[in-house]
């Protein structure tokens, strides 16, 4: 009988997050009870805004702890069920976390269509691919026409943010930290144009290619970024607040960027930050949409695949410094 492999948070990350905040651990195969079932692991996906969570400034998840499984979502198949709904071989999404079996009540796992790719539930079709669509169509409210700006444009989010931006008629720029990465924004993925923000005439950069202007920013990053995007914005402009990845990996986040509230006022910008759940009752509607930009090619899923549990610590230190294009996943 196999056992449960586990990765379990050792200690609260001091500065930037190391592997060796983490520990491999075996437990027992854990049974299910009357309404759950047991799920073995495919694949996760690593995402960065866990990285808030271990942080203590991701408010939604709670005070940060030790000798806790790794949090994160993954797919897998249901071998074990004590379930009216959910049946044995079933593929499902559920918060498996960083580990090869979890417990979880049939309510809380969401069956994958045989016909489904389950990957892309960790992608297009999962958390980032509902905050890319979300945060862009119903906090940025974009026209044809207008210009998107994007930043960790070659992430998960980003990546997926970007194209649904060219699907809606925008003219997108993504700013990420490689020229690599740009490359494959604009060769690969249809971007207008890219930009590095590590360059140091990033400024220069970004002010050439948005000659009309920003009308809604994709803020993936806050910090500096999200400093320089201010000064480009429009008259009406939408800044969708999406994640902060630049400030996650410390100790001590640097304040907001100079600007606020001045730049907002003078432009009537509208600064919205939001978070997925908001948009709950949506989801199937945005996952038929985004499932058809799929099935049609108008919609590519990168992803960056690391081979087994042990390695997902590792694959998180590096995603943290810009080492994954797409989404992240460990597969199991
Ligand atoms: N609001 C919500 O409900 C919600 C839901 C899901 C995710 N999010 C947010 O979405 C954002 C993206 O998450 P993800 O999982 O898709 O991660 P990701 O973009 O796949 O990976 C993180 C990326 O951040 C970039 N980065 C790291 N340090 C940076 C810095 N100092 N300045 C600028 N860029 C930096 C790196 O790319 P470079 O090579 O470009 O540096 C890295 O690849 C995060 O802020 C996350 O919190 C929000």
């Known amino acids: 009988m196999d056992e449960n492999k586990q990765v379990i948070i050792a200690n609260l990350p001091k500065g930037k997050l190391q592997e060796s905040d983490y520990t491999l651990k075996t437990a027992a195969i854990p049974s299910p009870q009357q309404g759950e079932v047991l799920v073995k ?6 995402t ?51 580990q090869a079996y979890s417990v979880h009540a049939e309510g809380v796992v969401t069956q994958i269509p045989r016909n489904h790719n389950p ?33 960790a444009a070659a992430g998960s989010v980003g990546h997926l943010a970007g194209q649904i931006g060219k699907i809606k008629g925008l003219q997108v720029v993504g700013v ?10 604009t060769q690969q993925l249809g971007f207008d144009a890219a930009v590095n923000y590590k360059d140091s005439g990033f400024r220069n950069r970004l002010k050439e290619v948005t000659p009309n202007g920003v009308d809604v920013y994709f803020d993936n990053t806050g910090g500096m970024i999200l400093g320089a995007a201010l000064f480009r914005m429009n008259v009406a402009g939408r800044i969708a607040c999406c994640g902060v990845v630049s400030q996650y990996d410390t100790d001590h986040p640097e304040p907001g960027p100079k600007g606020i509230p001045g730049l907002l006022i003078n432009k009537r910008i509208t600064m919205r930050g939001f978070l997925l759940f908001d948009f709950v009752d949506a989801y199937a509607r945005a996952r038929a949409e985004l499932h058809g930009w799929i099935d049609s090619g108008a919609l590519q899923s990168l ?19 810009g080492g994954n294009v797409g989404t992240r996943i460990v597969r199991l």
């Open 176 to 185: 990420c930290g490689s020229d690599a990465k740009g490359a494959l924004l």
């Open 41 to 46: 692991t495919i694949a996760f996906a690593i």
């Open 303 to 321: 992803t960056d695949e690391v081979a087994g549990l042990e390695a997902a610590p590792a694959g998180f230190v590096d995603l943290l410094a």
């Open 48 to 98: 960065a805004g866990t990285r808030a969570g271990l942080q203590g400034s991701a408010s939604y998840a709670g005070a940060p702890k030790t000798g806790v499984v790794m949090n994160g979502t993954g797919v897998g198949e249901v071998v074990e069920s004590r379930s009216g709904t959910v049946a044995v071989g079933d593929i499902v999404v559920a918060p498996t976390g960083w």
């Open 119 to 151: 990957i892309h539930y960790l992608g297009p079709l999962g958390v980032n691919g509902l905050t890319a669509y979300f945060g862009l169509m119903e906090v940025g409210r974009p026209q044809p026409g207008e210009t998107l700006m994007v930043s």
